[in-house]
C-alpha cells in the first residue's frame, strides 16, 4: 500500500508539472487526494468467515446474530453454511474437511459432545487465555466444562440445551390429572387419555439411530438410576439391570400403542409436528419446541406445559445437558476476526435476540431470569434449575465411537431385532474394549 501511495503521488507531480494552469493544478491534486485517502475498506474485499451447522439452527443465526454484527463490522462476513439436522451428520461433516486437511471452515459451531474428539485431534484453537475466569463465571459452569479438553478451553457456549417433558395442561386439567412425577404416571396417564380418545398417542420420543437417540436414553437410563459411561473410572453401566428397565420402559410405549411403532425412525423435529399438531399428550424434547408449539398458527398454543423429564419412585427424573457453542478451527486464515465474532455471538445483547426469536436456552446465568426473557418464556427459571443438575453425555475423546455403539445396539433392541439383554452386554462390551484403546 506504501508503495503503492509513493508511485501515485509520484505519478501526480508528474502530470501537474506538465500541465501548469492552476486549474488542471486543483483537479490533479483533488484526484490525487481521492486516491491517496480510499480507505483500504473499499478498496479490500470483507474477510469472510465460514461457518457450517442444522439447518433449522442456521435460519436463527442469519436472521438475527448474523445480521447484526455484519452490521455493526462491515469489513467481515459471517457465510452460514446449512448442513442436514442430525448433529451427528454436522458432525461427520466438520471431521472430514479436517481430516482432509485445509478446511473451509473458520467458526465451528460445536455440539457439546464434540470438544474432547476434535481438541484431541488438534483440529480446534486453544482459546484459554483469550477469557478470564471472571468473563468465563457468568456462563453456566456445565456449559463451560463442556467446552475444555484436558484444561484447556476450546469452545465458548452459545447456548444451553437440556431434555424436558411437553404436555397437555388442558387435556390433564380436564381429565383430573396431576403432571406426571414417574414413568409408571406417564404411562397410566398416557392409557386413560387414549383410551377417553383424547389424542392419538400418550408420549413421544426420539428412536431413530443417531444422536437424538442417546440423548433421550441417557434420561430414561438416569430416571431408572442407572448411568452409561463414569467418566472418572471409564466403568460401564449399560449392561446393567437399569439398563434393561429402561429399553423395557420405551418398548412398553410402543406395545400399549401410547407411541407410534415408526417413533423408531424419529428425530426431535417428527415428534414435535405430532404432538404440535394436537395428536399426543406428552413429548420429549428440547426447549426451542415451546415457542413454535404456542405459535400464532399451533393448534396446541397456550395448552401446552414443560416440566423436567419423569423417574421412578425415590429417584429425579433425569435430563441430558445439550447444548452449542464456538472454536475456531486451527487452520483458520482469520483467527481475529473469528475471535471477535464469537465475543459477538455469545455476548449478552446477541445471546437475549437469539433466544427471544428461537426459544433455546441462554448459556449465560443471568437471561433465565432477564425480564424481556421471562415474560416470553416464564418457565425459564425452572430450567435453570434443570440445566444445573443436567448430566453431560460422558466426556471423552472417543464419545462419537461409543455413542454409535450405544445407538446401534439400543436401535436394534428398540426395533426387536436383538433381544434387549444380549443387545446390551455386546453394547457395554464393545464400549469396554473402546475406552481400553
Ligand atoms: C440438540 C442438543 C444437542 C444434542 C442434539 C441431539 O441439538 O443441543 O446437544 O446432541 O439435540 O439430537
New binding site residues.
Given amino acids: 500500500m506504501l508503495h503503492l501511495r509513493t508511485s501515485k503521488s509520484q505519478l501526480m507531480s508528474r502530470i501537474s508539472q506538465k500541465f501548469k494552469s492552476p486549474i488542471v493544478i486543483f483537479f490533479t491534486v483533488l484526484i490525487g487526494i481521492l486516491l491517496i485517502s480510499v480507505p483500504p475498506a473499499f478498496t479490500k474485499q470483507p474477510v469472510v468467515l465460514n461457518l457450517l451447522m ?1 439447518a433449522p439452527d442456521a435460519q436463527t443465526w442469519k436472521q438475527t446474530v448474523v445480521k447484526d454484527f455484519e452490521a455493526k463490522n462491515p469489513g467481515i462476513r459471517v457465510n452460514v453454511i446449512e448442513g442436514p439436522n ?2 451427528n451428520l454436522i458432525e461427520d461433516m466438520y471431521t472430514s474437511a479436517f481430516v482432509l486437511g485445509d478446511s473451509p471452515y473458520d467458526l465451528v459451531n460445536m ?3 464434540w470438544t474432547p474428539k476434535f481438541a484431541a485431534a488438534g483440529w480446534l484453537m486453544d482459546l484459554s487465555d483469550r477469557m478470564t475466569k471472571e468473563q468465563l463465571s457468568v456462563f453456566s459452569p456445565k456449559d463451560v466444562d463442556g467446552g475444555r479438553y484436558e484444561g484447556k478451553l476450546y469452545r465458548i457456549p452459545m447456548r444451553s ?1 437440556v431434555g424436558m417433558l411437553y404436555y397437555r395442561k388442558d387435556l390433564l386439567k380436564s381429565a383430573g390429572f396431576n403432571p406426571p412425577e414417574t414413568f409408571a404416571d406417564l404411562l397410566k396417564i398416557s392409557k386413560a387419555l387414549k383410551e377417553k380418545d383424547k389424542v392419538n398417542w400418550g408420549y413421544l420420543w ?1 428412536g431413530k439411530q ?3 437417540l442417546a ?1 433421550m436414553f441417557v434420561e430414561v437410563l438416569q430416571g431408572f438410576g442407572g448411568y452409561w459411561v463414569n467418566p472418572d473410572t471409564l466403568e460401564v453401566g449399560l449392561d446393567q439391570p437399569e439398563s434393561i428397565k429402561a429399553i423395557a420402559f420405551l418398548q412398553e410405549t410402543i406395545q400399549e400403542g401410547i407411541a407410534p411403532a415408526g417413533v423408531t425412525t424419529y ?2 423435529e417428527e415428534t414435535r409436528r405430532i404432538f404440535q399438531n394436537g395428536e399426543a399428550a406428552f413429548v420429549r424434547n ?1 426447549p426451542y419446541a415451546w415457542p413454535l408449539g404456542n405459535a400464532d398458527d399451533s393448534p396446541v398454543k397456550g395448552k401446552i406445559a414443560i416440566k423436567p423429564m419423569v423417574g421412578t419412585p425415590g429417584q429425579n427424573g433425569g435430563a441430558c ?4 457453542g464456538l472454536g475456531i478451527a486451527k487452520n483458520s486464515k482469520h483467527p481475529e476476526e473469528a475471535w471477535k465474532a464469537i465475543q459477538y455471538f455469545t455476548s449478552e445483547a446477541a445471546q437475549r435476540k437469539f433466544i427471544l426469536q428461537a426459544g433455546f436456552v441462554p448459556s449465560r446465568r443471568s437471561l433465565f431470569t432477564d425480564p424481556q426473557i421471562v415474560a416470553k418464556y416464564p418457565h425459564y427459571p425452572e430450567i435453570l434449575r434443570v440445566v444445573d443438575q443436567a448430566v453431560l453425555r460422558p466426556p471423552i475423546a472417543q464419545y462419537a465411537q461409543a455413542s454409535d455403539i450405544l445407538q446401534r445396539y439400543l436401535s436394534s433392541a428398540l426395533t426387536n431385532r436383538m433381544n434387549p439383554e444380549k443387545a446390551m452386554k455386546a453394547a457395554a462390551a464393545e464400549t469396554k474394549r473402546l475406552l481400553k484403546t
Fill in positions: 442444522t442430525a448433529t455440539d457439546v459432545i440445551d426420539q443417531y444422536e437424538g440423548a428425530q426431535e428440547w445437558l445439550g447444548g452449542w
